[in-house]
């Protein structure tokens, strides 16, 4: 198949930005829990964009190329976030020593599965240590698993693939064990799901979003201190 004209790749960002609000005006439609959750615009877009590049046999390197201008705008889309839990401030600060404990539970618990699993199923040092560090944003991932000496590609897909398992069935999960608190939804999707999860949240409401995005922040710092003593440790200790 011919591949597309170079001249016409300058459309690469308008037909996203298009996609994703014509998808997220679909979502704002669905009543149904379930159906909301699964047609996640972040998850569709994707999608779609996934098999326009497979069928239409279009390079994946002209498109990132040319698709950048989206990819600068994420740091400062994450530093975005600050303004919900800016509104929020007054009921985060009171359960902020709360926060920081449940994430750096959920930081030790992630890194401990991760490992276990790894050794279960005899997997190379490599995958094992590109899979320790996968409760954060993607940037802080890839520092830490560098550091650890893993796969950083193989991290940040990881990292992006958990992020949309938790903007899809996250909500649905806590609606099936009965888990109603705001509060406690919030820190859960901003540990377990970092950004992904935390704009998932605040679509579905402004105090999840806040308290997603202060335990996004918080596993972001605390990843960064904690990942790289304790996978060590585990390694040392138990292989």
Known sequence: MTELKPD???????????????????????????????????????????????NLNLPYSKFAHHS??????????????????????????????????????GIVNATFVAFLLSVFFKVPSE??????????????????????????????AMVIFIGLLGALFGFMLFKLVKIGSHESQGVAMGTACHAIGTAAALAEHPKIGAFSSVAMALSAL??????????????????
Request: net charge positive; hydrophobic share 60%; charged share 5%.
């Open 68 to 105: 950048q201008l989206l990819s600068w705008l994420l740091e400062p889309a994450i530093v975005a976030l600050a303004l919900p839990l800016y509104q929020q401030f007054i009921h985060v600060r009171k359960n902020l020593l709360l926060i920081l404990g449940t994430c750096s539970l």
């Open 8 to 54: 016409i790749w300058w459309l690469c960002v308008p037909i996203i930005i298009a996609l994703f609000l014509l998808l997220r005006a679909f979502n704002t439609r669905m009543k149904n829990s379930a159906l909301k959750s699964i047609t996640n615009p972040v998850f569709l877009s994707i999608a779609i964009i996934a098999l326009l590049l497979i």
């Open 127 to 156: 995958l094992s240590a590109s899979v320790a560090a996968l409760s954060v944003t993607t940037p802080i991932s890839l520092i830490v698993t560098d550091s650890l000496g893993g796969i950083s590609s193989l991290a940040a």
């Open 222 to 239: 605390l990843t960064a201190i904690i990942v790289p003593l304790l996978y060590p440790f585990l390694v040392n200790s138990l292989v």
